[in-house]
């Protein structure tokens, strides 16, 4: 038997079919790992795992995840829920459903089945961060009843029922908390900021920058990401996290607009729009934990990935 196949875990992707998830399969199967999409198909499309239909490891299982579940398993990865704030925003309720009773399902059936199990978390549990750069140690500032308060909640919420299980049940559990990633795949209208303005600028259409562009994030390229989640998921049982992974080059949203026109060759102009509710004013991570847990930091910089993420959508909109 080869080595791969006896080394051979199977591997639940919940979220599998969107623009993270679909990276992540992609590259488990590449590890050689038996991958179980599953995914209601909300934001994500078969389009993203076309690719991996014929792969005989690949399957993909179109299931809401607010809805329990039974399967067998080694890993779990929990990606299902919408990210982007138009997505999120569209129906609040069944997002704050999708991060909780969601993650009430996976952890239940990690327990039943004694499965490692990642919860994709985020950089919103910080909300408006009063902190910066922000550590794991920091508790947050999120307004719970604002718009945005359906993901930042949920997720804290689902942080909350990974520790509780833990507690309850020694459960081997992960949290990453992701900061803005950005790749091919991303939904061309999916209303983040990076697909936005390389979209706008390929059809030399306005850049809408929401405020006066001053607002900062901090942009990691989708390879990166996955090799976070890979590490966090293979370190031992007593690594849990809270782990922040994210590139920590922060770079204000005026400049991002600038660098995509000029990238693109673009003709388009710049107009500002208001700011929505609670927009976090800044964002950059703390990497430090990650540096040395798991022996990680973001490889490909904000140009290089830009010029990957622009190739990626010109094919898409020839
Ligand atoms: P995405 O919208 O492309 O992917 C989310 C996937 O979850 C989609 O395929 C969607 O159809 C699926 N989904 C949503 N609700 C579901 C449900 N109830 N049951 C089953 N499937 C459901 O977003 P993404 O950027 O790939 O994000 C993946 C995960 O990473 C999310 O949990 C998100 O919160 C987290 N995250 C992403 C970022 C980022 O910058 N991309 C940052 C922080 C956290
Ligand atoms: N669950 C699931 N798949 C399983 C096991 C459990 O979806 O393989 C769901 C189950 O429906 C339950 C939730 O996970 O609502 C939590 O399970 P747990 O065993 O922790 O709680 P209980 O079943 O005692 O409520
Ligand atoms: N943004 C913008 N124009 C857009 C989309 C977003 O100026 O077309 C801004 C948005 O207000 C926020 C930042 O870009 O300040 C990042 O937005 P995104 O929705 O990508 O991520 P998040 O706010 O969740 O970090």
């Not at 199967?29 to 909300?42: K, P, S």
């Not at 990606?79 to 129906?91: G, K, N, R």
């Not at 920590?248 to 710049?270: F, M, N």
Request: aromatic share 8%; charged share 25%.
């Amino acid at each position: 038997m080869s080595e791969k196949r006896l080394t051979r875990k199977r591997v639940v992707v919940t979220g599998g079919a969107g623009f993270l998830g679909s990276h992540l399969c992609e590259r488990l199967l590449n590890e050689g790992h038996d991958v179980l999409c599953v995914d209601n198909l909300f934001t994500g499309r078969k389009d993203n795992v076309l690719h991996l239909m014929d792969h005989p490891l690949f399957e993909l299982m179109r299931h809401d995840i607010t809805f329990p579940l039974y399967l067998e398993a080694d890993e779990i990865y929990n990606l299902a829920c919408p990210a982007s704030p138009i997505h999120y925003q569209f129906d609040p309720v069944q997002t704050t459903k999708t991060s909780v009773h969601g993650a009430i399902n996976v952890l239940g059936l990690a327990k039943r089945v004694g499965a490692r199990v990642l919860q994709a978390s985020t950089s919103e549990v910080y909300g408006d961060p009063q902190v910066h750069p922000q550590t794991e140690s920091y508790w947050g500032h999120v307004n719970p009843v604002g718009p945005r308060a359906c993901y930042d909640e949920g997720k804290r919420c689902a942080e909350t029922l990974f520790f509780d299980y833990r507690r309850e049940y020694s459960m081997p559990i992960k949290i990453l908390r992701i900061f803005n990633t950005y790749g091919p795949r991303m939904h061309p209208q999916d209303g983040r900021v990076v697909s936005n303005f390389i979209v706008q600028a390929l059809h030399h259409e306005p850049i809408t920058i929401y405020g006066d562009g001053s607002q900062t994030r901090s942009f990691c390229y989708v390879d990166d990401l996955v090799e976070a989640m890979i590490r966090l998921m293979d370190t031992p049982d007593e690594v849990t996290g809270p782990v922040n992974a994210g590139n920590p080059v922060e770079t204000p949203i005026l400049a991002l607009a600038e660098k995509i026109i000029a990238a693109v060759g673009s003709k388009s102009e710049i107009r500002m729009h208001p700011l929505p509710a609670d927009d976090p004013r800044k964002r950059r991570p703390d990497i430090s934990l990650a540096k040395e847990l798991l022996d990680w930091e973001p490889e490909v910089d904000l140009d290089t990935g830009l010029e990957r993420t622009i190739e990626y959508f010109r094919e898409l909109l020839a």
